[in-house]
């Protein structure tokens, strides 16, 4: 595609539920990126990817927080039990490789856990 | 940990005046780039100055780096409507992993 794309754009669950976002990145970027975005925490880095491998997962909240990448290409970020802080803007991000700096952001998914 | 701060956190101008930013960051990088942000969504690169230059200009931005103060400034020149937006500056955290983190941003209001 175009642009890198993340669904669903707005999300609103109940506290408790388990909530997967999903992120297709800019075709042929070996390298992804989720990012949360919240009042009180500004802009942090949560996981990358290299194809299909994490190697830091060090960004993650909790234990919650998983995320996976199939085929070098999509991937999904999952929230179980979620809480009510884990409300934030989740954006998504790919380069090219890791040693492209420049870093291309989806529009993000706005999460509400009420 | 190594982290962008933005300098001033608001901002409020005239169209057609210039707007400048900076960024201070704690520990060595070797690139520095700024990102734009509308509406609270996705952030759109602007431009990346490397740690061995020392400006670097694309349209009406101007970037300067500034490595022995840990401080790069964002100027933007002739300021319009559509530049009203936050602008954050990120650097890595090393050399080929492109974690980035980013400062509190600046919330740019230009006023018509």
């Known amino acids: 595609g175009a642009g890198v794309s993340q669904s669903p754009s707005n999300k609103v669950t109940e506290k408790g539920k388990d909530v997967e976002l999903r992120c297709d990145p800019i075709?042929?970027?070996?390298?992804l990126y989720w990012y949360r975005q919240s009042l009180g925490q500004g802009l942090e880095f949560l996981i990358y990817f290299q194809g299909n491998s994490a190697p830091d997962k060090s960004g993650l909240p909790s234990d919650r927080f998983s995320a996976e990448r199939t085929g070098g290409s999509v991937s999904t970020l999952t929230i179980q039990r979620t809480q009510q802080e884990d409300s934030a803007v989740y954006l998504c991000?790919?380069?090219?490789?890791?040693?492209?700096?420049?870093?291309?952001f989806g529009p993000g998914t706005r999460l509400l856990v009420l | 940990s190594q982290q962008g701060e933005e300098d001033p956190q608001a901002l409020s101008i005239q169209e057609g005046e210039n707007a400048t930013m900076n960024c201070s960051y704690k520990t060595s990088i070797n690139n520095l780039q700024w990102y734009r942000q509308n509406s609270g969504r996705g952030l759109v690169h602007l431009i990346l100055?490397?740690?061995?230059?020392r400006e670097k200009h694309s349209g009406r931005l101007r970037v300067t780096l500034d490595t022995s103060k840990k401080s790069s400034s964002l100027l933007i020149t002739a300021s319009r409507a559509a530049d009203t937006a936050s602008y954050f500056c990120?650097?890595?955290?090393?050399?080929?992993?492109?974690?980035?983190?980013f400062g509190q941003g600046t919330r740019l209001t230009i006023n018509p």
């Open positions: 991000a790919s380069s090219l490789d890791l040693y492209q700096e420049t870093q291309y």
């Open positions: 990120a650097t890595p955290t090393r050399a080929g992993a492109q974690k980035l983190v």
């Open positions: 075709s042929g970027h070996t390298a």
């Open positions: 100055i490397r740690s061995n230059e």
